[in-house]
């Protein structure tokens, strides 16, 4: 284990009370380290401000919907609080926020049921975190977080880490997602028709080169300085040429537009928080008790799982673990997380989790809470500057996603390939999680894997008990279909 990268220096004297309370100095970092990374953090992530309420504000079950506004201000102002939380609390470098493949799950759910309104399936994603709130306070949810094999552990970290790589690819139009002769899509592709063209994604182009020779160079404050730089080539050639997005109001679509909004200056604006308090959980009685235990089920599995594979990934890239791999705080990182999940729903913003676009503020140097303190106000800000995040197009935040994926991707050799038992669980973890665009789909595939092959090897044993109920707990979690099937739902 000696391979893992810790920082904590235990005989560092604080220079001060702050230094004293996040241990600045004790983890290797700086005031201004953390300054930026927060910031650098937030400006990775804020794109959920807008893309949140875009996934979420369709009609419900009733006949009603939800304003973008009103979900936009709620999306906001609980990523501020529960990142502040993280940070005052867990002392740790992660940011929370409306979790994507919740409130995919949850609109998808809302359009397929009609008999389900916004309010009951807002109160399924709070019943999810109150029984993950249970599972920390037992410890079960720390115990199956320490019984993950290291391997599987560092799959994890470089599946983040490939992950976010793409993330920043297709969504700076860079690499794009190719529509086959059925309308869906398949393999993805080098931007349009096999040609890269468009300003935007000449700014990502260029904000990407920048930003690895700044990092090459070890220059302080390198990633930030892309964001910044890629942030005002964009709003200049959006003055100059009028791109707009790559899709209008009214439902326009421009392939060479900004990818989810055009750069323009903010304005103020009132905060619509009609929305907080909305939730019910009469889906037990509108869909029938099983029906809404299975969505119950998938969307715990989904966040308990995520969280776990985010928070190794990123407190690793931070060197944020002792000499066995353990995280500090870990049962109040899980346990904010866990209450992140229920005030998402509460809040009608979906469920609030950890986000991977943390490792933008680590790559920039953010080892503790402070920086989460600083993301949570800057998105408190935005929830009275909404616009703010107008300022800041994907494709300028893109270029620093890319780098911190190849950062958390180069610690693939600290994986043993001989041991072939568990490399390819290993593989098969971080292989998945880019190919599926899911982090719990490549944790829920090594997990059964390793119990499966470790077994198959004879060397049962060394399957901790709880990962096979982890194991048989992903099983229902694939076959989610079946199930349904064949319970007639």
């Known amino acids: 284990m000696s391979s893992l990268r810790t920082v904590n220096q235990q005989d560092v004297e604080p220079k001060n009370k702050l230094d004293k309370f996040f241990k600045i100095s004790q983890r290797g970092s700086t005031l201004g380290a953390e300054l930026r990374g927060g910031l650098a953090t937030f400006l990775a992530m804020s794109y959920i401000i807008v893309l949140n309420p875009l996934v979420l504000s369709g009609p419900d079950g009733s006949g009603g919907q939800l304003g973008i506004s009103a979900v936009a201000a709620s999306t906001a102002l609980i990523a501020a609080l529960i990142t502040v939380l993280m940070g005052l609390w867990a002392n740790h470098p992660f940011a929370l926020a409306a979790g994507l493949g919740v409130n995919a799950l949850l609109a998808i759910t809302i359009a397929t049921t009609p008999e389900l309104t916004w309010p009951e399936a807002m109160g399924l994603v709070v019943l999810a975190g109150l029984v993950m709130v249970v599972l920390v306070l037992t410890g079960f949810r720390t115990a199956v977080f320490r019984a993950v094999p290291d391997p599987i552990k560092t799959g994890i970290v470089v599946g983040i880490g490939l992950f976010i790589t793409l993330i920043g690819l297709v969504n700076s139009g860079f690499v794009r997602r190719l529509p086959d002769e059925a309308g869906t899509t398949v393999p993805l592709g080098l931007g349009i028709g096999g040609e890269l063209t468009g300003w935007p994604v000449l700014v990502f182009v260029v904000g990407l080169l920048l930003t690895a020779i700044l990092v090459a160079r070890k220059v302080p404050g390198a990633i930030l300085i892309g964001i ?247 099983v229902f979690y694939f076959g989610m279909g079946v199930f349904e099937d064949l319970l007639g739902l």
Do not use: C, K
């Not at 080892?367 to 107008?390: K, N």
């Not at 880019?434 to 119990?451: D, E, M």
């Open 228 to 474: 910044v730089v890629s942030t005002v080539f964009a709003n200049i050639v959006e003055a100059v040429f009028n791109i707009g997005p790559s899709v209008d109001e009214a439902g326009n679509v421009n392939p060479e537009g900004w990818s989810l909004v055009a750069p323009s200056m903010p304005g103020w604006s009132a905060p619509d928080l009609s929305l907080l308090g909305e939730f019910s959980f009469g889906a037990f009685s509108s869909i029938g008790a099983i029906a809404a235990s299975l969505l119950v089920f998938a969307i715990l599995l989904s966040v308990f799982f995520d969280a776990m594979g985010t928070s190794v990934g990123l407190a690793r890239e931070a060197g944020n673990v002792d000499q066995v791999g353990n995280i500090p705080n870990l049962h109040r990182v899980l346990l904010v997380d866990a209450v992140g999940v229920s005030a998402g729903g509460a809040g009608s913003a979906s469920s609030t989790q950890i986000f991977v676009e943390s490792g933008t503020g680590i790559g920039e140097g953010a080892r503790t809470g402070l920086a989460s303190v600083v993301t949570g106000v800057l998105f408190l800000a935005a929830m009275f500057l909404t616009p703010l995040i107008y300022l800041v197009p994907f494709e300028a935040v893109a270029p620093a996603l890319v780098v911190v994926g190849f950062m958390m991707v180069s610690q693939v050799t600290q994986i043993d390939w001989n041991d072939v038992g568990a490399a390819i669980p290993a593989f098969l973890t971080f292989a998945l999680m880019p190919f599926t665009y899911s982090i719990v789909n490549g944790i829920g595939a090594g997990l059964v894997a390793y119990a499966v092959i470790r077994t198959g090897q004879g060397r049962f044993r060394e399957v901790h008990p709880l990962l096979w109920v982890v194991a048989i707990a992903f």
